[in-house]
């Protein structure tokens, strides 16, 4: 990867605060999400980035925010970077949700206890991305922050792999980054955490 390679950042949201009373895409970030943001904006990635894209959904915005203060940006809003429909369940104890995101990820044509089919958020992300690509213009370095269900189904398109968990991101609690060079589309560096990439 060159130095003067046009690059677009996919970034998941850090860590949130989970609050069962309120709906999950209004959940904001927690203090330690918020701490986790503002050291990524000093991470490699970050550096350059001229062009600043994010889900609707509160936690995207609030670390999109984060990054856009530091790079004097304002961030586009897309309602098709969202995290895969899951008001049908609406907030899940951590243990069901994790076994309803394996059966997700591993029937992605079955809609599993209501949710939104993992086939069609994946046809969705990459929808935004082509229209991320659209409005980004002649920008060298452009991040979308939004959500790490989404980004494992773009993550899996991109890399010509079928729908799995695989490309999910490591850890727990979100805030991680992929990188993709352009117009390749290619995936030139995997999941890593924002803090540290």
């Known amino acids: 990867m060159t130095s003067d390679a046009r690059l677009l950042h996919f970034v998941t949201h850090p860590e949130v605060l989970i609050d069962p009373g309120v709906a999950v895409p209004d959940w904001p970030l927690s203090e330690r999400g918020r701490a986790r943001m503002l050291l990524s904006v000093s991470a490699p990635w970050a550096a350059d980035v001229d062009a600043l894209f994010c889900s609707a959904e509160r936690k995207a915005r609030d670390a999109a925010e984060i990054l856009a203060a530091a790079r004097g940006l304002v961030p586009v809003v897309l309602e098709e970077l969202g995290e895969n429909d899951r008001s049908a369940t609406g907030y899940l104890p951590r243990a069901e949700f994790e076994a309803t995101a394996?059966?997700?990820?591993?029937?992605?044509?079955?809609?599993?206890?209501?949710?939104?089919?993992?086939?069609?958020?994946?046809?969705?992300?990459?929808?935004?991305?082509?229209?991320?690509?659209?409005?980004?213009?002649?920008?060298?370095?452009?991040?979308?922050?939004?959500?790490?269900?989404?980004?494992?189904?773009?993550?899996?398109?991109?890399?010509?792999?079928?729908?799995?968990?695989?490309?999910?991101?490591?850890?727990?609690?979100?805030?991680?980054?992929?990188?993709?060079?352009?117009?390749?589309?290619?995936?030139?560096?995997?999941?890593?955490?924002?803090?540290?990439?």
């Not at 991040?143 to 989404?150: E, I, L, S, T, Y």
């Open 102 to 197: 394996d059966l997700f990820f591993a029937h992605p044509e079955t809609s599993i206890r209501g949710w939104e089919r993992a086939a069609d958020a994946q046809a969705r992300i990459l929808r935004a991305f082509e229209q991320v690509l659209g409005l980004a213009g002649n920008a060298r370095r452009i991040a979308v922050v939004a959500h790490g269900g989404v980004g494992a189904l773009l993550l899996s398109a991109l890399s010509g792999e079928k729908i799995s968990r695989a490309t999910d991101q490591p850890g727990d609690g979100g805030g991680n980054v992929f990188t993709v060079s352009l117009p390749e589309r290619q995936v030139v560096a995997g999941w890593r955490r924002i803090d540290a990439a």
